[in-house]
């Protein structure tokens, strides 16, 4: 089931809020806004509201029998990933970044947050379709830059679509597959990368691909391969 907002807050703290009060939210639920008015991101950055641009979220209800929970975070990427792909007039215009920013012609295309309340994960997603948001010092994008976009509630079809067939697979085959198939649609290994922690240090080095646990390996220049947990990748 999609339900269509008008306009509200963050659809991330609708659901939370639902499920904090004790409401039942289904897998495969969605609850999507046309226009939000207290969108966030990942490090308490607001997120852009464009009209026309995709704004939803979702929730998984995590058992202990289910794949490391961080690693839906890269599964979340991969959902937008592959939604997005079919759209692009050329595929190798598109990417993912660690952990689940998707880059099309190098720029930022959408934004995904997870948050939890108890075992319930709440997955929100940002997707310019439409228009893309100016931040200085980082390079944004829509897809109406490159081709024809799809309508918002259309493209919630398609992104619910994907997401329930990519929990299917996080949950049957584990996470190998899935790091698998991320670094397939990643930057190739080699790429230069910078890190930076939310304390204002950084550290440079190559993608090395990803560890057995979804860490992101960074190759420095003394030889060293780093796992990286957290941060902002550039």
């Given at each position: 089931?999609?339900?269509?907002?008008?306009?509200?807050?963050?659809?991330?703290?609708?659901l939370?809020?639902?499920?904090?009060?004790?409401?039942?939210v289904?897998?495969g639920?969605?609850?999507v806004?046309?226009?939000?008015?207290?969108?966030?991101?990942?490090?308490?950055?607001?997120?852009?509201?464009?009209?026309?641009?995709?704004?939803?979220?979702?929730?998984?209800?995590?058992?202990?029998?289910?794949p490391?929970?961080?690693?839906?975070?890269?599964?979340s990427?991969?959902?937008?990933?592959e939604?997005?792909?079919?759209?692009?007039?050329?595929?190798?215009?598109l990417?993912?970044?660690?952990?689940?920013d998707v880059l099309?012609?190098?720029?930022?295309?959408?934004?995904?947050?997870?948050?939890?309340?108890?075992?319930?994960?709440?997955?929100?997603?940002?997707?310019?379709?439409?228009?893309?948001?100016?931040?200085?010092?980082?390079?944004?994008?829509?897809?109406?830059?490159?081709?024809?976009?799809?309508?918002?509630?259309?493209?919630?079809?398609?992104?619910?679509?994907c997401?329930?067939?990519?929990?299917?697979?996080?949950?049957?085959?584990?996470?190998?597959p899935?790091?698998?198939?991320?670094?397939?649609?990643?930057?190739?290994?080699?790429?230069?990368?910078?890190?930076?922690?939310?304390?204002?240090s950084?550290?440079?080095?190559?993608?090395?691909?990803l560890?057995?646990?979804?860490?992101?390996?960074?190759?420095?220049?003394?030889?060293?391969?780093?796992?990286?947990?957290?941060?902002?990748?550039r």
């Amino acid at each position: 089931m999609i339900e269509f907002l008008e306009e509200t807050g963050s659809t991330n703290s609708d659901l939370l809020d639902r499920i904090k009060s004790g409401e039942r939210v289904a897998e495969g639920d969605w609850l999507v806004a046309r226009r939000q008015t207290a969108g966030r991101g990942r490090q308490r950055r607001e997120w852009f509201d464009g009209e026309g641009n995709f704004m939803g979220s979702t929730v998984v209800h995590y058992t202990d029998r289910d794949p490391p929970a961080h690693t839906l975070a890269l599964a979340s990427g991969l959902v937008v990933y592959e939604a997005i792909l079919p759209l692009c007039p050329d595929p190798a215009q598109l990417m993912l970044k660690w952990p689940n920013d998707v880059l099309l012609n190098r720029a930022k295309l959408c934004g995904i947050l997870l948050e939890t309340a108890g075992n319930a994960i709440v997955i929100g997603m940002g997707v310019n379709l439409a228009k893309a948001p100016q931040i200085q010092g980082r390079a944004t994008i829509a897809l109406s830059e490159v081709t024809k976009a799809p309508q918002a509630d259309e493209f919630a079809e398609e992104l619910a679509d994907c997401f329930s067939a990519e929990l299917e697979r996080w949950r049957s085959y584990g996470v190998d597959p899935l790091l698998r198939r991320w670094c397939t649609a990643a930057h190739p290994q080699g790429t230069p990368l910078k890190v930076h922690d939310s304390d204002g240090s950084a550290i440079a080095g190559q993608f090395d691909g990803l560890s057995e646990d979804g860490s992101l390996m960074l190759r420095l220049d003394n030889g060293e391969t780093r796992a990286i947990n957290a941060g902002d990748v550039r």
